[in-house]
């Protein structure tokens, strides 16, 4: 819970604080679901919230006039202090059989991960100043696909840094799968 030091509540003069700190992980979900959108946005790509979460997330479909449209299915997966020593690499765990789901080869829609660096401090997840809000914090993909079984409850995969999910990467990613490719 964070206090909001510039303002009070009008009835009682008590701070204002940011709400629901008992759901930490339902907000950090909805943040980086709000930044996922707003990248598909972005990107011109249509997205589509899977009803029961099997290991699939969103669902992005990316069209182009005289092409066919091209589909891309994504797991989210916010952490707090996930980087490797270096910072190279962020991780993330999943559960063994969201990990053997994502990790099959040439599946008729491709899977990526998508691993959000979020600080557990709410105050800092958005930046508004005239004339911008900004979502001060980055997500980084990686493909699972052809990676090795691997034992035990939960998995931990990595994403590179050089990976940054944002636009650009997307269009980039939907390209590759539009020419036959992978992500």
Known sequence: MSVISRTSEPSTGAPVIRGLPTRDTDLKEFFHTSVILAIAAAAGCNASKTVIDNGVDYDLWHEIPG?????????????????????????????????????????????????????????SWVWSKHPYTAMRHCSYWVSLEGEPARSGDRVTVSAPVTNVFDDVALCEIMARLRAGGRP
């Not at 962020?90 to 969201?98: F, K, M």
């Open 67 to 123: 092409e066919e449209e091209v589909l891309l299915r994504v797991q989210l997966k916010a952490v707090t202090n996930g980087w490797n020593a270096a910072r190279t690499k962020i991780s993330a765990q999943l559960r063994d059989t969201r990990y053997e789901r994502m990790r099959r080869s040439k599946t008729s829609v491709p899977h990526i991960l998508v691993i959000m660096d979020m600080p557990t401090d709410t105050a």
